[in-house]
């Protein structure tokens, strides 16, 4: 049940075009067709994200692109990456993601051995926090905790949760950047973890990083930076020359990153990489067990079994989009996110939260403006778009991709018209809408 129906506290409506599906194991298999047929029916009332207006949960990299990652996805889907042993393949081209990856982070010492692919953004957060637990351990922490601003991802809290640390959450400045001062005086002995994130999801900026990564490092605890979203953008804007504030391996004192590949990316789903500055960390986050009957037991992150899907989709639209496309790509989308910006701001009744760093941003209703952005939300939900609600300050994020640089015009318009409907209005549901369980 999502959060906004059990805040309502009643079952979802069946969505409309929805088809009956058996519940039960058919006792003789059903035709291909009639199968795929009814997968055209489910999907039905899915978002659209080939018009452009869903902002976040899909990167489309365009028709080619989408095309070279799913062939190699595919190519691989059977093979299995719990034992490399098995398919060198995947070890070699596991290898190369890491590395290609650490090159273009800065790492020290770039090579297929600093880091791992997970599948996603919250399996590498929960790898930070299970390293960060072991280094803490190591020198005698037994009752860990981190300490993170309020606008770093939840899944720290997974983490925390899953690897016994508690989680500190400090609130934010002004400017929606994690609070130092107040950084500084919450960390102690305790302290395995902090965290800073190059940029935010909620607001779209870049955390101070070397003044959190000096704080960890004077209490011996792991710095890691979250550039899950960040980490296919930022090195691209600085090679055209934008402005980028320090986050990555050229500043001191930071543990690991993680980088999510199939965010901006834009290669197939279920591919992360999390590196690590030194050897010692890297080794904090592996599982060894030789007392199984099984065998020895090796694992680097949460899975066991691992389709070679997304390695093999990795490895090829890294390469087929290349440093060139990747700053296209960076381009073009960091232009649509600017003219969003400019045009909400335009608006009246609207504003941009803070000033975002790269291609997330969150709208507003502008201070004293009355206007209430879920209403303006209702809006554009009414008009096809899909925007996520979050809270603190209420507003709507938009992660922008290349898959929403040709609807920009059309957002705008439509954004400018739900504003002027929503005036005087407030929505019934308050409830946020990242994710769910249903
Ligand atoms: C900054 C940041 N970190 C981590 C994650 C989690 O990534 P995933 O959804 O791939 O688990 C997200 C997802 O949006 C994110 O924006």
């Known amino acids: 049940m999502s959060h906004e129906h059990e805040a309502q506290g009643r079952e979802p409506e069946p969505a409309a075009g929805a088809v009956e599906v058996p519940r039960v194991l058919p006792e003789v298999g059903r035709p291909r067709d009639a199968i795929f047929d009814e997968m055209t029916a489910l999907a039905a009332d899915d978002r659209d994200w080939r018009t ?11 028709e080619d692109v989408r095309a070279v990652g799913r062939d190699a996805y595919v190519r691989f889907m059977s ?6 042993m ?8 596991h290898a190369d993601v890491v590395a290609m990856t650490a090159g273009l982070l800065h790492h020290p010492r770039p090579s297929g051995d600093v880091g791992f692919m997970t599948a996603g953004g919250t399996e590498s957060l929960l790898m930070s926090v299970k390293a960060a637990r072991e280094r803490g351990r190591a020198r005698g922490v037994s009752d860990p905790k981190m300490v993170i601003p309020t606008s770093a991802h939840a899944a720290f809290d997974k983490g925390g949760e899953s690897f016994g ?17 107040a950084t500084a005086a919450a960390v102690d002995h305790r302290t395995v973890l902090v965290a800073g994130s ?3 999801y909620p607001h779209g900026v870049i955390d101070p990083i070397p003044e959190l990564a000096a704080v960890a490092a004077g209490v011996d605890a792991n710095f890691h930076v979250d550039a899950c979203m960040g980490g296919m953008v ?11 504030a320090p986050w990555d391996f050229r500043v001191p004192g930071i543990t690991s990153i993680s980088v999510d590949l199939h965010k901006y990316g834009y290669t197939p789903k279920g591919a992360s990489v999390i590196l690590y500055a030194e050897e010692a960390r ?14 020895f037991y090796a694992s680097p992150a949460m899975l066991g079994t691992r389709s070679g899907g997304p390695i093999a989709g990795a490895w090829a639209v890294l390469q087929y989009v290349g440093a060139s496309g990747y700053r296209e790509l960076t381009r073009v989308t960091l232009d649509a996110a600017r003219r969003i910006a400019v045009g ?16 997330l941003l969150a709208i507003r209703g502008a201070a004293g403006s009355g206007l209430d952005v879920f209403a303006v939300e209702d809006g554009l939900k009414a008009r096809g778009w899909h925007l996520d609600r979050q809270s603190d300050p209420e507003s709507i994020h938009a992660t922008v991709s290349r898959g929403n640089v040709a609807a920009v015009d059309d957002f705008l318009a439509d954004l400018s018209a739900a504003a002027s409907e929503a005036a005087g209005h407030r929505a019934d549901n308050r409830a946020t809408t990242y994710s769910s369980l249903d």
């Open 52 to 62: 452009g207006r869903t902002f976040g949960l899909v990167f489309d990299g365009g």
């Open 79 to 84: 093979e299995n990456a719990l034992n490399p």
């Open 86 to 93: 098995a398919f060198p393949s995947l070890g070699r081209m």
């Open 165 to 181: 640390v508690e989680v500190v959450r400090i609130p934010v400045r002004g400017d929606f950047r994690a609070d130092l001062d």
């Open 198 to 200: 190059a940029p935010g």
């Open 234 to 244: 930022l090195p691209f804007m600085e090679q055209l020359g934008e402005p980028v």
């Open 282 to 295: 890297r080794l904090d986050q592996v599982f060894l067990f030789d007392g199984w009957s099984g065998g």
């Open 344 to 359: 909400t701001r335009a608006v009246d009744g609207l504003d941009v939260v803070g000033e975002p760093d790269m291609t």
